[in-house]
Structures are given as C-alpha cells and as structure tokens.
C-alpha cells in the first residue's frame, strides 16, 4: 500500500461516526513544471478531472477576480485559462523572460509583469490584452509586489529596491538595501514595503513616498517568505533551516516575537475568519496550525511528503497541502483538526493532482 493510499485510507475511517462535511464548490489549478500543463481538481469531490496542455512550464497560477493566468517565462506569455471550460482562453505576449507577475489590487483587468530581457516592470490589460505600461528597471528583477498605484521591484543583483509608480508609467527611484531580497511586499496601508535580506538575515522598512531607510530589524535566520494577519498589523516570517517564526510588528518596524512553529517551517496561510496561522513543515512532513492572537499551538496534523504551498477554500472550511515531491494534495478540515476531543488529528483526505508543482490557486465555481 503506497502512502497516497495508506493516507486516504486513514482519513476516511477516521470520519467515520462523525457528521459529514460540508462541501466547498470551486476549482483547483495547480501549475506543474514537469508536465508543462495547469492541473485541474474539483473541491466539491477532491479529485482531479483534467488538465490543460501548455507550450512550456508554467510558473504561477494568477487569480485576478474570478478569472485564472498562468505564465510561462520561456514561452514569453501568460495564458488565460476558461475557468468554465477548461480550455485556454488566450495568449498576451510579453516583451521579455516573465521573472515574477501579480495581478494590480483595484484593477480587476490588469497584471503587473517584471521581465529581466531589456529589464522593464511591464503593465497589460488582460481584456485588451495589450501593454498599457512599460517603465525600464535600472537592473534584472527579483521578487516584487504591487498595490493600487505602485509596484516595488528588487533587483537580482545589486541589492536594491526600485519604485514605480504604475498611475505614471516612471520610475519613482531607488534605495539601496545593500542584500540580495528574497521576499517583499507592501505593508497594508501601502505606506512602506517590508524587505527580507538574505545575505543579512533581516527585514528592512522603506518608505514607499521618498525610499528612505527606515528601519533594519535582524532575525535569527535568512527570511524566505512572508504572510500577514488579517489587519496587516503582523507579519510572519519564515526561513531556512529553522523551527521557528518571526513575528514583525509592521507599523512599528520591530521584532516582536520568535516562537516554535514545528520543523523547519516554509509555507504560509492565515484562516481570516478564524484568526489562526498555518505554516507547513516540510522536514517533518505536518501541517503546524497556529492561534494568532495567543501565539499558542492549536493543532499540527502529519501530511507526509514534502510539504510547501498551503492553501486555504475560501469558506474557512478546508486547509489543502500540496506536495512538493508527488503533487498530492492533503485535504485538512479545519473544524475537526481543531476539536481538542480529537486526539490524533486526521487528515480529511488526499489525491493526485500534478508532478513538480510550482503553482496554485483556488477558484469559485460559477454559479
């Protein structure tokens, strides 16, 4: 018996004798690097019923309202995906090798694109499906993140953060940070971006109006991802080799807090609605489930394999897991893992979804 089997097997008698779940209508895309294909699953059975061929890898899975992108950075483009059909909808070239996209908060049609090719911060509306910007970058771009009016770019080679400002088209300037970026965003009020240096191993507050340094908070590890609480008051942050967390207080600029969030934590997901933090381990192969407001343990269930992406269905319901080695996905429900009569916290089931995945998002069906 392999472990998808053995998984699946053990969650479904671990049900039994408790109310059946309800179920969450929407559809899973997961972008698959090795089968150059965007896999589909439906969530209201969780199981995978198809997939959608792609003239090279996918990277990310975009949702821009209830419509899916997927780029494709050697094939110059980002695919529409027809979320009814199941089919490709249609093609924007881009000027350029895509390194990072994100679709624009208060533009439903358009999707802000770095390409590293005569490097430039590209713009396009994707019901025009034409450029409706394109501002040069001082240097190849990393990681980057956008807001209503501005993007953040940090470069891949020189340690720097550039602003631009989308409603102009212009680079807005540049401040050096003096470390390669590794994650990036803005913080809620769309006033500063929070920076995590690498080769440092700490997060940096810039202004997003002038670019001055504001602040250099060190942590215990080289920051690698970021999420934040449903204010935007926290921020957690995760890196390498290490069990723990850091808790940034983001309007304040310090460290508030370092706390244990099971083994070598990666992923990221915060239940809005429930107020909790979840953070996969891949060393361990558990889901480690956090209560935000006491900064306690509130459950960790074993998924097994290599855990990475976390996703959350948007009716708070089910916590999915994807497998960075096998692509199966893990199917947690949260009201079981939660209830302390339950000792040993199942999973509710797992399936195959696709090889290598890069990628993921959740989509509502359309009624």
């Not at 053990?10 to 896999?39: D, K, P």
């Not at 996918?58 to 950075?73: E, I, K, S």
């Amino acid at each position: 018996m392999n472990r998808r089997t053995f998984l699946a097997a053990s969650a479904v008698a671990a049900g039994c004798g408790r109310s059946l779940a309800t179920r969450y209508f929407g559809w899973l895309f997961v972008a698959s690097s090795t089968e150059h294909s965007v896999a589909i699953a439906d969530l209201a059975s969780f199981r995978r019923t198809g997939s959608i061929a792609l003239p090279q890898a996918p990277a990310q899975v975009l949702r821009a309202g209830n419509r899916v992108f997927v780029t494709c950075p050697e094939a110059h483009a980002i695919f529409e995906i027809d979320t009814a059909h199941h089919q490709l909808a249609g093609k924007i070239g881009i000027p350029g090798r895509l390194v990072s996209a994100a679709p624009v908060p208060g533009h439903d049609n358009w999707i802000a694109a770095a390409v590293d090719e005569s490097p430039a911060l590209v713009v396009f509306d994707t019901v025009a499906k034409r450029v409706i910007r394109r501002v040069s970058l001082p240097s190849a771009p990393g990681v980057m993140d956008v807001n209503a009016g501005s993007a953040a770019v940090a470069s891949a080679s020189d340690g720097a953060i550039t602003r631009v400002s989308l409603n102009d088209g212009k680079v807005s300037g540049t401040t050096p940070v003096g470390s390669h970026c590794s994650a990036l965003r803005f913080r809620s009020d769309g006033e500063a971006i929070l920076a995590g240096l690498t080769d440092v191993k700490q997060v940096a507050t810039v202004d997003s109006g002038s670019g001055a340094l504001l602040a250099r908070m060190p942590l215990p590890f080289a920051p690698a991802q970021f999420c934040f609480n449903p204010d935007g008051g926290q921020m957690f942050v995760t890196g390498s080799a290490e069990d723990s967390i850091a808790i940034v207080s983001a309007y304040q600029s310090q460290v508030d807090q370092t706390i244990v969030a099971g083994r070598t934590p990666s992923g990221m997901a915060v239940a809005d609605s429930r107020n909790l933090l979840l953070v996969t381990n891949p060393a361990s192969g558990d889901l480690t489930i956090l209560d935000i407001e006491t900064r306690r343990l509130a459950a960790s269930v074993h998924v097994g394999g290599n855990p990475g992406e976390v996703l959350l269905t948007p009716d708070g319901e089910y916590a999915l897991v994807v497998s960075r080695d096998s692509g199966d996905v893990s199917v947690v429900r949260l009201n079981t893992v939660l209830d302390r009569k339950i000792k040993t916290k199942p999973l509710f089931t797992v399936f195959p979804m696709a090889a290598a995945p890069s990628s993921a998002a959740i989509i509502p069906k359309e009624s």
